[in-house]
């Protein structure tokens, strides 16, 4: 079965979008020339384009990742995989190039490096659909040839034969979609229109509600009997445990640490204070892809201490408490000298020891 089959075309429709998702308005006339140029498939011109805006701006992510894009379509998946890679290490944060690397590697049927590259791409940005998507057809493509495998040591081994069967009968379905054309990368569906959305079905109306009855009057409450004054108590000694207890504070008194916490976290990470920025993770900090500690952390200051200026905010904050767990969600913003993206975010706090630390974070509303 070719690769390609794995790789719906919708998949790299959403990796190609990449470029509009995060480009900035000056680069915007350019980049729209090469993208048109690469939609009638003049990837020639495209190319010579992209060539001569990235002489200008050789850091700039989205026109290399358009380069890579063009080199995808004029069959040279070397060149297109030179590109994407670079792209990995210059911009570790983006999940789209990793994307685009296990594409390649799946048509040249290197299906380890290409799972490799798409659990880079899940670690970098856990909520994205399509390189979770991909990776289920790479396993899928994995587990027939290890299945092929058993057969030939052993062919009257029925259960490998079953399952084989099943895994064949699973990628079948899916087909290859649409446009495609066979023996080119995945990308060229990148460049085809969408196809308009069918008409929406007109919506029945809705039957009006039965009256509501009336409610039963409510009986007269007796009359409140008047409190009597007690005479206040002699002071008792507190035992010495009870005092050392804590308060319990208000909600809104939480809510507004937990704010403030939110504030110091981004401001460390804005001011590439590594240390100051993992100080605010709790022990049992639940790590994206269920790496180690150490491991999560050694990532988190390299990315940090790329070179250049960073800059990290949010908005539309809201907090809520329960007990000692709260919930704090909004629009994260981060900018540097060449990139600029806004997220949606969710971050799970802990009390402890009279301090709010994060115990999870998530991509998402």
Same mark, same amino acid.
């Given at each position: 079965?070719?690769?390609?089959?794995?790789?719906?075309?919708?998949?790299?429709?959403? @990796?190609?979008?990449?470029?509009?998702?995060?480009?900035?308005? @000056?680069?915007?006339?350019?980049?729209?020339?090469?993208?048109?140029?690469?939609?009638?498939?003049?990837?020639?011109?495209?190319?010579?384009?992209?060539?001569?805006?990235?002489?200008?701006?050789?850091?700039?992510?989205?026109?290399?990742?358009?380069?890579?894009?063009?080199?995808?379509?004029?069959?040279?998946?070397?060149?297109?995989?030179?590109?994407?890679?670079?792209?990995?290490?210059?911009?570790?944060?983006?999940?789209?190039?990793?994307?685009?690397?296990?594409?390649?590697?799946?048509?040249?049927?290197?299906?380890? !490096? @290409?799972?490799?590259?798409?659990?880079?791409?899940?670690?970098?940005?856990?909520?994205? %659909?399509? %390189?979770?998507?991909?990776?289920?057809?790479?396993?899928?493509?994995?587990?027939?040839?290890?299945?092929?495998?058993?057969?030939?040591?052993?062919?009257?081994?029925?259960?490998?034969?079953?399952?084989?069967?099943?895994?064949?009968?699973?990628?079948?379905?899916?087909?290859?979609? @649409?446009?495609?054309?066979?023996?080119?990368?995945?990308?060229?569906?990148?460049?085809?229109?969408?196809?308009?959305?069918?008409?929406?079905?007109?919506?029945?109306?809705?039957?009006?509600?039965?009256?509501?009855?009336?409610?039963?009057?409510?009986?007269?409450?007796?009359?409140?009997?008047?409190?009597?004054?007690? !005479?206040?108590?002699?002071?008792?000694?507190?035992?010495?445990?009870?005092?050392?207890?804590?308060?319990?504070?208000?909600?809104?008194? %939480?809510?507004?640490?937990?704010?403030?916490?939110?504030?110091?976290?981004?401001?460390?990470?804005?001011?590439?204070?590594?240390?100051?920025?993992?100080? /605010?993770?709790?022990?049992?900090?639940?790590?994206?892809?269920?790496?180690?500690?150490?491991?999560?952390?050694?990532?988190?200051?390299?990315?940090?201490?790329?070179?250049?200026?960073?800059?990290?905010? /949010?908005?539309?904050?809201?907090?809520?408490?329960?007990?000692?767990?709260?919930?704090?969600?909004? $629009?994260?913003?981060?900018?540097?000298?060449?990139?600029?993206?806004?997220?949606?975010?969710?971050?799970?706090?802990? $009390?402890?020891?009279?301090?709010?630390?994060?115990?999870?974070?998530?991509?998402?509303?």
């Amino acid at each position: 079965m070719p690769p390609s089959r794995f790789f719906p075309a919708r998949s790299l429709v959403l @990796a190609a979008c990449a470029v509009a998702a995060f480009s900035l308005p @000056a680069r915007a006339d350019s980049l729209q020339e090469v993208s048109r140029l690469l939609k009638q498939g003049q990837h020639a011109q495209a190319l010579e384009q992209v060539d001569k805006y990235l002489s200008g701006k050789p850091k700039d992510a989205q026109g290399r990742f358009l380069k890579g894009l063009i080199l995808s379509e004029m069959n040279k998946p070397n060149d297109a995989i030179v590109v994407f890679s670079k792209l990995t290490e210059d911009y570790p944060e983006l999940p789209e190039p990793y994307n685009n690397l296990a594409v390649i590697y799946a048509q040249q049927k290197q299906f380890e !490096k @290409a799972k490799q590259a798409l659990e880079m791409a899940i670690r970098t940005h856990p909520s994205y %659909a399509t %390189a979770h998507e991909n990776l289920g057809d790479i396993y899928a493509r994995l587990a027939s040839q290890a299945y092929d495998k058993a057969l030939q040591i052993d062919s009257s081994n029925a259960s490998a034969q079953t399952k084989l069967s099943t895994i064949r009968d699973l990628m079948s379905v899916s087909g290859r979609p @649409a446009g495609a054309k066979p023996g080119k990368p995945a990308v060229v569906a990148a460049a085809e229109p969408a196809k308009p959305a069918e008409a929406a079905k007109p919506v029945e109306p809705v039957k009006p509600a039965e009256p509501v009855k009336p409610a039963e009057p409510v009986k007269a409450a007796e009359p409140v009997k008047p409190v009597e004054i007690v !005479k206040p108590a002699e002071p008792k000694a507190v035992p010495a445990a009870a005092a050392t207890k804590p308060e319990t504070k208000p909600a809104g008194d %939480a809510a507004a640490e937990v704010a403030k916490v939110i504030d110091g976290w981004l401001t460390a990470w804005s001011k590439k204070d590594v240390k100051g920025y993992l100080s /605010h993770y709790a022990r049992d900090f639940q790590t994206p892809s269920g790496e180690t500690r150490a491991g999560w952390e050694s990532e988190r200051a390299k990315r940090i201490n790329k070179p250049g200026a960073i800059q990290v905010g /949010h908005e539309g904050l809201r907090v809520t408490v329960d007990g000692d767990t709260a919930t704090a969600k909004f $629009r994260q913003h981060y900018k540097s000298a060449t990139l600029k993206t806004g997220t949606n975010k969710v971050v799970i706090l802990v $009390r402890r020891d009279g301090r709010w630390l994060i115990q999870q974070e998530k991509i998402g509303n």
